[in-house]
């Protein structure tokens, strides 16, 4: 079972219990990272590490709603219910936190808030130290400023205005060479909500440079990636990753997952994909393919060379649906301070020196 940190493990299935397989520590002692991922339904991000080569351990952080992330160098990103909220790795400060010392390698404090507004942010992205985020409501990419609540960039070429009408449940983001490439929505109709009709099979893959969907008909697409000049993406009702030519549009099935899937990342020659248990009572989720093969919710590793599983971190309690999966390069044991708590608020830091301003019983 995976350990937990913040919660009481006299209770025999404590919140967010995790089981996952034997080989999971080792692998991310071996590629040096940890594992972010982000769940709006549990309200949570958490942090998956592993202690030694036998065992991991999580740091579940409160956040409303939260979405997309994103990481930029010693920065972080997390979007959340109408706020983006902007962390910095302060490493120097990690060996003296007063609460847990010398237990962290790197430690990520609030430093900036977005004021964004209910907009319904999905995927963040850096683009030359610039925020850009997927703004569903208003159909369209975006970026962050102290300006606004956001600049609106992009929209694709079907939606009639800036307005917030989730016209196509714009969701996904691909990068390509520092500048957005491709992103995924759930239809392409010109009035409010229309995705909705067709959602199990109308999602569709825009060129954000052309403006021309480059294909159609998708079961709710999700999290395009570009990896080694190829697009990849996620058929989150039928539980598919697939490759898709970007020239004819067509694409092939490379694994098919039991299980709602969405949030991928790659690091070395692993894919790890996030998946979701879907709600009952979701009226968004019940009636999809995939909805009575979504039998747990959690991370699965796939070794991207030979298409085969590797292994998985599979939930027992309280997370139940994953939006963003990330990884944490060159940190085994980050730690992390949300901006609800008071803890972050006696860390100063600054360009002449680091300082813990009193110790802190929170």
Excluded at 154 to 178: I, R, T
Excluded at 238 to 258: A, P, R, S
Aim: net charge negative; aromatic share 10%; proline share 7%.
């Amino acid at each position: 079972m995976l350990s937990n940190e913040q919660i009481n493990m006299s209770n025999p299935l404590p919140p967010f219990t995790c089981s996952y397989s034997p080989n999971i520590p080792e692998l991310l002692n071996q590629l040096n990272c940890t594992i972010a991922i982000s769940t709006y339904q549990a309200g949570k991000v958490i942090l998956i590490s592993a202690v030694n080569t036998t065992n991991l351990i999580q740091l579940p952080r409160n956040f409303q709603k939260p979405m997309g992330m994103a990481f930029d160098g010693k920065k972080m990103a997390v979007a959340t219910r109408d706020e983006v909220i902007i962390l910095a790795n302060s490493p120097e400060m990690a060996p003296n936190y007063p609460k847990q010392p010398n237990t962290y390698d790197s430690l990520y404090l609030p430093r900036v808030t977005y004021y964004s507004g209910a907009i319904d942010i999905h995927d963040l992205e850096w683009v030359e130290g610039k925020l850009w985020a997927v703004n569903t409501l208003f159909s369209c990419l975006v970026t962050l400023d102290e300006d606004y609540s956001f600049k609106p960039v992009w929209k694709p070429s079907f939606v009639p205005a800036y307005e917030p009408g989730d016209f196509c449940h714009l969701n996904g983001l691909a990068m390509e060479n520092g500048s957005p490439r491709f992103v995924s929505a759930l239809g392409d109709g010109n009035t409010p909500e229309s995705w909705r009709a067709n959602k199990a099979n109308g999602g569709v893959i825009i060129d954000v440079e052309t403006c021309e969907t480059i294909t159609r008909n998708l079961a709710m697409p999700h999290s395009p990636r570009i990896y080694d000049g190829e697009l990849f993406a996620l058929l989150s009702a039928t539980g598919e990753l697939i490759k898709i030519d970007i020239h004819t549009g067509k694409y092939e099935v490379i694994k098919k997952f039991d299980g709602f899937v969405r949030g991928m990342v790659r690091h070395g020659d692993y894919l790890f994909i996030g998946l979701s248990k879907l709600r009952e009572n979701s009226s968004a989720f019940r009636d999809l393919p995939i909805a009575k093969r979504s039998l747990f919710c959690g991370i699965i590793i796939l070794h991207l060379p030979t298409v085969g599983i590797v292994g998985h971190i599979k939930y027992e309690s309280s997370v139940e649906e994953i939006y963003d999966v990330k990884i944490m390069a060159g940190s085994r044991r980050p730690g992390l301070l949300n901006h609800e708590g008071v803890n972050h608020k006696v860390a100063i830091t600054s360009p002449v020196g680091d300082f813990w301003a009193v110790k802190n019983d929170e």
